[in-house]
T-cell receptor
């Protein structure tokens, strides 16, 4: 599975959009991009995933660049409860989830 | 509600004792996984199982053992051979082993060994 790179931390004002970047320059054609978040002392929560088209659900939007080497998770109106560690992972369509979660981005949403 | 249940939430053991962490899911998922998380770090895969009565080692399997006798259950035993067992343990499951469906996680068990 391809490696991902994320900034260690980011700040966002409450009510504003939070844009979390992820670099996955070695992604291969059959690998999906997944985003999870983890609030302290809880299990990670699935947010969204995509292959090459942009995706949107009730939680967030996922924008994947045309060359698929990077992506951005967008939380359109961040709230204090969105403060968490956000993980971007890349995984192919076969096999299990092996070593996948890096250190992620710690997002601080401030009032 | 469907989900993954890990119990207990907190577990304390003396060094040299084996301990078993429970993971049960009612999502009818085929694949189940165990991860370990240390402070400030990501998750590392211990073991995974894609089908009943079959499981594979992950990246840090030494000192751990698992069983998968039932589809809904995937207990993890932390043995006395695990050199640094104190950590946050997370269980996860997903539909099938070779689909793009996402992982679903339990809320973890925090194990402290003294």
């Amino acid at each position: 599975d391809a490696k991902t790179t994320q900034p260690p931390s980011m700040d966002c004002a409450e009510g504003r959009a939070a844009n979390l970047p992820c670099n996955h320059s070695t992604i291969s054609g059959n690998e999906y991009v997944y985003w999870y978040r983890q609030i302290h002392s809880q299990g990670p929560q699935y947010i969204i995933h995509g292959l090459k088209n942009n995706e949107t659900n009730e939680m967030a939007s996922l924008i994947i660049t045309e060359d698929r080497k990077s992506s951005t998770l967008i939380l359109p109106h961040a709230t204090l409860r969105d403060t968490a560690v956000y993980y971007c992972i890349v995984r192919g369509n076969t096999g299990g989830f092996k070593t996948i979660f890096g250190a992620g981005t710690r997002l601080f949403v401030k009032a | 509600d469907g989900g993954i249940t890990q119990s207990p939430k907190y577990l304390f053991r003396k060094e040299g004792q084996n301990v078993t962490l429970s993971c049960e899911q009612n999502l009818n998922h085929d694949a189940m996984y165990w991860y370990r998380q240390d402070p400030g770090q990501g998750l590392r895969l211990i073991y995974y199982s894609q089908i009943v009565n079959d499981f594979q080692k992950g990246d840090i399997a030494e000192g751990y053992s698992v069983s998968r006798e039932k589809k809904e259950s995937f207990p993890l035993t932390v043995t006395s051979a695990q050199k640094n067992p104190t950590a946050f343990y997370l269980c996860a499951s997903k539909i099938g082993g070779s689909s793009n469906s996402p992982l679903h996680f339990g809320n973890g068990t925090r194990l402290t060994v003294t």
